[in-house]
C-alpha cells in the first residue's frame, strides 16, 4: 500500500483542480530471541568529531540478510536475499528542526514545500494527457496529516491526508502552526531535493536503502523490529507509533487522547550501534529509486551469492499505485512513523519499504544522513 495510496500531494493539488479529488534515551537494545529481554549492547563507536561530525556513529558493515520473509512482510519485501555493505558513518539521530534551521540560515535555501510546484514534475504523478490545472491552484503547501473526528474505514487516505497552503518544515500542519519549542524534533515537510541540498551543505549523503536496512537492525538478523521478535518490550513499545490501545488509528477527535506526531529525538533506547528512532517518529529518505519488484530481482540474478554495497535500480516501478503511472519516479523511504500502527501500515519494521515522489514533503517524513569512511 502507497504512503497515500492515490493521493500523492501533487497528485491532490491537480486532481483537485480537475475535480477529481475526494472530498473531504537509555543505552539499551532489545534483542532476540527472548523478544522482551534487555541485554547490553555492544560499545556503539561514536564519533569524536575529528573522523567524521560528532553526531554520527561507526556503522561496522558486513553481511546480512536483506528483507523478510514473515508473516508479516509484503511482497516488496521478499524474498531475502544476501547482501554485503561496507562500513560508513550515520547519523545517530534524524536531522532536527534545529540543526535543518541552521542550514537554511547558512544558505538562503527554499524548501520545496515553499515553491510554486513546478508542472513538470507534477504531470508525471498524473494520468498522461491530464492538463494543467490554473495557476491558482499551485500554490505552495504540503501534505498533512489532519486525523478524523471518527472510526472510518481504512481503505481511502484521503480521508486523514490534506493537501495544506502553507504549510512547510516551519508550519508543518500549515499556517498557524509552527516548532516552537521543537527544535529537537526531526524536520518533517522536506522533500528528497530538499535532503539532497541539506546533505551537500553537510559533507553528507543520504544512505542507501542497504545501508539504511543494515544500521536499522543493529546486528539483530532476520528480527521482526528493529528491538527484537515482540511488538512490546519490558511491557511498552520502543518506538513513537500510533497505539491502537488508546484510540483507534486515524481518529484524532477524541478527549483525551494523545496528540499524534513526532517526539524529541532520542526519546526511545538507541540500538547496538548507536542509533535513534531508526523506526517509528519519521519516514526516511534514502538514496535509492523505489522499485516494488527489486528485490524479487536481485535475488533471482544473483541467487544466494552476496551482493556487495547495491546502489539500487535504475528507474522506478510501481504499478500499485492507482491512478498513477507504474513507472513515476519515486524514491525509497524507510522507517514508518508516528501514524504506523498495527491495523495500518506496519512499516515500523526495518524491512518495511515504500516509494514516494521525491518532490512530494509530508508531514511524517524527515531524513538522515550517511558518510564515507
Not at 28 to 50: C, F, K, Q
Not at 81 to 104: I, K, S, Y
Not at 149 to 173: C, F, K, M, T
Amino acid at each position: 500500500m502507497p504512503v497515500l495510496g492515490s493521493m500523492g500531494r501533487r497528485r491532490f493539488v491537480a486532481w483537485a483542480a480537475l475535480g477529481l479529488a475526494a472530498a473531504g534515551g537509555a543505552v539499551l537494545v532489545y534483542a532476540r530471541p527472548s523478544g522482551n529481554a534487555i541485554v547490553r549492547p555492544p560499545a556503539a563507536i561514536l564519533s569524536d568529531g575529528v573522523d567524521a561530525p560528532s553526531d554520527m556513529a561507526l556503522i561496522p558493515g558486513g553481511k546480512f540478510r536483506m528483507g523478510s520473509d514473515n508473516r508479516q512482510s509484503k511482497p516488496n519485501e521478499r524474498p531475502t536475499h544476501w547482501v554485503r555493505v561496507t562500513r560508513f558513518w550515520m547519523d545517530v539521530t534524524d536531522v532536527t528542526n534545529d540543526q535543518f534551521f541552521a542550514f537554511v540560515a547558512a544558505t538562503g535555501h527554499v524548501t520545496t514545500a515553499e515553491k510554486t510546484p513546478d508542472w513538470d514534475t507534477v504531470r508525471v504523478q498524473l494520468p498522461p494527457g491530464t492538463p494543467r490545472p490554473a495557476d491558482t491552484v499551485l500554490r505552495p503547501g504540503a501534505m498533512v496529516f489532519t486525523g478524523t473526528i471518527s472510526e472510518v474505514r481504512l481503505d481511502d487516505p484521503s480521508r486523514w491526508w490534506a493537501y495544506v497552503r502553507g504549510a512547510d518544515w516551519r508550519h508543518p500542519q500549515g499556517p498557524g502552526s509552527d516548532i516552537e519549542g521543537k527544535g529537537d524534533h526531526p524536520v518533517v515537510q522536506v522533500s528528497y531535493d530538499d535532503a539532497a541540498a541539506y546533505a551537500r551543505w553537510a559533507g553528507k549523503r543520504l544512505p542507501t536503502e542497504a545501508e539504511w536496512e543494515f544500521a536499522a537492525r543493529g546486528g539483530l538478523e532476520q528480527a521482526t523490529y528493529a528491538w527484537g521478535d515482540r511488538l512490546e518490550a519490558g511491557g511498552k513499545i520502543p518506538a513513537n507509533i500510533w497505539n491502537v490501545d488508546e484510540r483507534p488509528f486515524p481518529v484524532v477527535g477524541r478527549a483525551g487522547g494523545k496528540a499524534a506526531g513526532t517526539s524529541p529525538v532520542g526519546s526511545y533506547p538507541r540500538n547496538a550501534y548507536g542509533l535513534f528512532d531508526m523506526t517509528g517518529n519519521a519516514w526516511q529518505w534514502t538514496a535509492d529509486w523505489y522499485r516494488i519488484d527489486y528485490f524479487q530481482t536481485q535475488a533471482r540474478r544473483h541467487g544466494d551469492a552476496v551482493i556487495d554495497d547495491p546502489r539500487g535500480p535504475q528507474d522506478s516501478f510501481d504499478p500499485t499505485d492507482p491512478g498513477v503511472p507504474a513507472n513515476a519516479p519515486k524514491r525509497v523511504i524507510r522507517g514508518g512513523s508516528f501514524l504506523c500502527n498495527e491495523n495500518y501500515c506496519q512499516s515500523y519494521r526495518p524491512s518495511a519499504r515504500r516509494g514516494a515522489d521525491p518532490f512530494s514533503p509530508m508531514s511524517h517524513l524527515g531524513f538522515r544522513l550517511a558518510r564515507d569512511i
